[in-house]
Each structure stands twice: as structure tokens, then as C-alpha cells.
């Protein structure tokens, strides 16, 4: 049984409805008050959540994840899921697998699990045939409806507020402490950090840079497509320091993570630094924009300031930050923007 669901995090980075790892998006730092667990705490556990709250009686022993990166949580604290969706946002070889979680499991000496196909939604009926003792979706865009049904099969580790709005320091809290190990939880946050301010110090131009994530369609340029600062992509950067464009802060409602502005329009980008969009880097995409009349106003267009992410590959999909996919990518992430920058 399958039911239709919201666009997954991989199609919203393939196309301009798109998700696909900061805790600067709404959602963040509300886990730490979500959550009754702490590493080794006595179960049951109870975790408040954009559905209300789930009870995990007993530490799970078989862990199913649904959605975009939430299997990384347990790989990252040595807990190997029965099950985890299927990836082709990224998929550098097609195994439906990304490459940092390939390393991972190499590294635990363990088998792929079971993998979910997501791409006409979730798959119910394999998820139940994992037999799992809880569901992680912590960064998800679940449904009531998805929601109801996969409580039926396990306890359902859900979003804490917006879909598709979960930083990834909340995925690890709220999906470490479904596994009982909070503390541990905690620890890669603070791991992360240090990762991630390292490889930022290297590229101090970044600093004062405001970077629009933009999808552009080549075919289309009567249109700006951007993500708003719900997006976790936006989020990461807004939580190092990074200043929001005005546009952004102007066309983030709360409600949608993705957004369009006409190009007559194009005034209201005079303050962005850097434009990141998805496409061929060996392309003709930054002189078409160039070309164009309307888009051309821009200053980073017209100063050629734009970071290509090549489509479906792993440091596209490393953009919207994961507990694995920032040590696997972050360095390579930040000079390609701090490259833009010329």
C-alpha cells in the first residue's frame, strides 16, 4: 500500500518545487524541549511533535527511517537501520545509496539495509515488513494520513514543527533520543560544529556574504525561483552568521519553504552576494543569465558571483546539510561558494 505524500527532500533539490542538513530554520533548538530522554534514561521516552506526541516504551532494537537523511542519525551512533529510503537526489553510482553512508556502513562492517522506494511515496507495506520497534522522520514532509499509517506499524519519531524544516542539530536530538542515546546525541552536535566552524574559518570572505539558493529554469527566465529561510539549505548558513538577503526575509511567510519572484522584479536581489543555483557547471547557464535583460540587473549575476551545484550529484545533495554528508562535503561546500565570490 502506498499513499501519495509532499514533494521528498531529494525532488526538491532536483527541480524547482524542491528539499534534500544550521538550527537557525524555525524548527530549531525546539527538540531540546521536545524530548523527556537522555542517554541512558529508563524508557518509555516521549517526544512532542508537529502531531502531537509519541511514547517509545522500550529502547528500539529495530530502527526503520523514512525520508531524507534520517537514517543517519543511528548510522552515525552505531545503530545500522532494518530499513531507510531509497536516494536518487546524489546517488553517485546507483545503489540508492549515498556516498557517505556507504562509508559508514563499511566502517560498521555492515550490510545495506533494506531500502525504501519512495518515489511514488512512502512504502507502507515494506516499511511493516521490517518489523521495526520505531519510525525515525524527523526531517520529513509526513502527512497526518502518513503519520496515522506508520503508527500503525511503530512508534513515529515526526517533524517538531514545519515539513521539511528541521535543522539537522534537531534530527540528531529527536532521533537520538527515540534511541535512547541523547547524550551521545549531543556529542556528534558538538563534533559537528567544531567540523563545521573549521572549515567556514578557512574561507573568511564568507562571513559578511549573503547567499540566495536560487533555482533558475533555463528555459524560463520570466521568474525567480529561491528558497525561503524555513528550507534547512538557507537555515544552515543563516545559523553560522551568515546576513539573509532582503528578498528572502521579505518572502518567508512560515509556510513555504520555496518561493518565486518575477524577474521585473530584479531590484530586490541588489543585495545578494552570492546566487547558488543547480545545473551543469560546464554549461552555458551563467551567460544566459548574464544575456538576459532583466536578470543581468542583478550585481551578482551581472559580476558573474554565482556557485553552480551540479545536479543529482552528492555535494548538490551534501547543500542541504546531514549528520554524515558535512564531514563527507563541507569543505569542498564552502569554496565553491567562497569561490563565486571571485
Given amino acids: 500500500m502506498r499513499l501519495s505524500r509532499p514533494v521528498t527532500a531529494a525532488a526538491m533539490l532536483a527541480a524547482a518545487a524542491i528539499a534534500l542538513a544550521g538550527c537557525a530554520t524555525p524548527a530549531a533548538d525546539n527538540a531540546d524541549e ?23 516504551e522500550s529502547q528500539p532494537e529495530r530502527v526503520a527511517t523514512v525520508s531524507w537523511s534520517n537514517q543517519e542519525v543511528p548510522l552515525a551512533l552505531g545503530v545500522v537501520p532494518v530499513g531507510m529510503a531509497e536516494v536518487t537526489w546524489g546517488d553517485d553510482d ?18 545495506t539495509p533494506v531500502l525504501f522506494d519512495e518515489a511514488d511515496g512512502i512504502d507502507f507495506e515494506a516499511v511493516a515488513d521490517t518489523q521495526p520497534d520505531v519510525i525515525l522522520a524527523a526531517y520529513s514532509g509526513l502527512t497526518q494520513e502518513d503519520y496515522d499509517t506508520l503508527s500503525k506499524i511503530a512508534p513515529v519519531v515526526a517533524y517538531p514543527e514545519v515539513a521539511w524544516g528541521t535543522s539537522y542539530e534537531d ?20 563534533e559537528l560544529h567544531g567540523e563545521v566552524d573549521t572549515a567556514l574559518a578557512a574561507h573568511p570572505e564568507l562571513a559578511d556574504s549573503a547567499v540566495l539558493f536560487s533555482y533558475i529554469d533555463p528555459s524560463d527566465f520570466s521568474q525567480i525561483g529561491f528558497y525561503t529561510n524555513l528550507d534547512t539549505r538557507p537555515g544552515f548558513l543563516a545559523s553560522l552568521g551568515l546576513p539573509e538577503p532582503t528578498v528572502v526575509a521579505e518572502e518567508s511567510d512560515g509556510e513555504a519553504f520555496y518561493t518565486t519572484v518575477s524577474a521585473e522584479q530584479a531590484d530586490r536581489f541588489a543585495d545578494v552576494d552570492v546566487f547558488v543555483t543547480y545545473g551543469d557547471a560546464g554549461g552555458s547557464i551563467v551567460a544566459q543569465l548574464q544575456a538576459d535583460p532583466l536578470l543581468s540587473q542583478i550585481p551578482a549575476i551581472a559580476e558573474g558571483r554565482i556557485a553552480i551545484l551540479e545536479e543529482s550529484t552528492p555535494l548538490a545533495a551534501s547543500a542541504n546539510p546531514s549528520p554524515l554528508s558535512i564531514s563527507w562535503g563541507i569543505d569542498e561546500y564552502f569554496a565553491l561558494l567562497a569561490g563565486a565570490l571571485g
Fill in 34 to 56: 521536545a524530548t523527556t530522554a537522555s542517554s541512558g534514561d529508563a524508557f518509555p521516552v516521549t517526544i512532542e511533535h508537529a502531531f502531537g506526541e509519541t511514547v517509545i
Fill in 94 to 111: 546507483g545503489d540508492g545509496v549515498l556516498p557517505w553512508v556507504e562509508d559508514k556502513l563499511a566502517e560498521l562492517d555492515a550490510e
Fill in 171 to 190: 534530527m540528531i536530538r529527536l532521533n537520538s533520543a527515540a534511541l535512547g542515546l541523547s547524550e551521545e546525541g549531543d556529542a556528534l552536535i558538538d
